[in-house]
Nanobody, 124 residues
């Protein structure tokens, strides 16, 4: 069974940092394009960042450029999202997604596999 499990969410003060992890079971994450989406209450799901099968990474959302970094640890079969200089508007449920496509996409429908999500709350 192919499964993605996110962890690392929580409550953080504005300006703080968090690192989200996405661990895969049942498949080798290195062979997949992996992304992060987020959804805040009352808002549409938003593509945040992606790392392709070839290793190239991109941030889709202008609001996170320079603050969020996606990376892989193939030995741990895990993808990370390092988030810094967090703002209250970053509060959302963050989802890890994966697909065997070769390139990244900002569209949720492009990804076949989804984790259950992890809550990030940025508040003082």
């Amino acid at each position: 069974q192919l499964q993605l499990v996110e962890s690392g969410g929580g409550l953080v003060q504005p300006g703080g940092s968090l690192r989200l992890s996405c661990a895969a079971s049942g498949f080798t994450l290195e062979r997949y394009t992996v992304g992060w989406f987020r959804q805040a209450p009352g808002k549409e799901r938003e593509g945040i960042s992606c790392i392709s099968r070839s290793g190239g990474s991109t941030n889709f959302a202008d609001s996170v450029k320079g603050r969020f970094t996606i990376s892989r640890d193939n030995a741990k079969n895990t993808v990370y999202l390092q988030m810094s200089s967090l703002k209250p508007e970053d509060s959302a449920v963050y989802y890890c997604v994966a697909d065997n496509a070769y390139s990244c996409s900002a569209y949720a429908r492009s990804y076949a596999y989804w984790g259950q999500g992890t809550q990030v709350t940025v508040s003082s």
